[in-house]
């Protein structure tokens, strides 16, 4: 996935959570044809029920809308709503009628719902660090998106909206393109565990011309895959072993790390001689 594929995703979210179709068609715009609804699908998962409603109504037309939340009972969003959750956050609808929520949520409603056979045909899923995430985290041998989750969070908290845009931009492109194989379920896996209520304003903000140190990225991902005791405030700060640790999990737009730290090591062997 490059940037501009993930800033389309956030651009789109924006739109759709501020309820304006001329920003939602002209990012649509921009995608290919093929990619459209495969976009969609993927920026729905995000959005809450209130605006999903509005979209599907607004873009679909309210007929179609009708059809695609009719075994869709809102009782169930209602209901998490009175126990104090979040639409967008805990909870949100997918366009074919499943209700994706936190696993406080869910316990939540399998403890508070009532157990009535009109609501059985509705599916319920945890919304659980996915399996391409987990056996990677096995191979790794660490804890390591949910330490990220964690790091990432802290590091976000500190950052103004561009900034923290760029952050993310980073992380997910580098992620994504070193193992691409769980592009998909971490991209969607970060914007909603890591982002969640801020995902709006980090995908309307202008980040053009910003000054950005990806030293706090390298320094994140770091202590993400177990090295504690690391302080990253330049690039030079990196060391060899630094780098085959960050090539497990992040790669660069333009140089694999891997190719970076055979071109350090040849010149280490060049000044030796």
Known sequence: MNQQNAHNKQQLFAAISSQNMQSVKEVLNKVESTLVTELLNEVLLQVDHINFVWFLEEYAGKERYQEAVADVSVVMSQQLIKGGFKAGSDFSLHPDGRLFMSKQANKYLVNNFPKKE????????????????????????????????????????TMDNATASIYVLWLMQGISSRHPEIEKDFCDWFMFDVCGERLSALASVEIEGIEFNGSVVFEDLLRALGETNVSIIKETDLSIEHLRLLDQVWTGENMRVSELIALLEQEAEETDK
């Open 118 to 157: 009109d609501y059985t045909e509705i599916s319920v899923v945890s919304k659980e660090q996915p399996s391409s995430m987990q056996i990677l985290e096995k191979t790794l041998g660490v804890p390591f998106f949910d330490n990220l989750s964690k790091l990432a969070g802290n590091r976000l908290a």
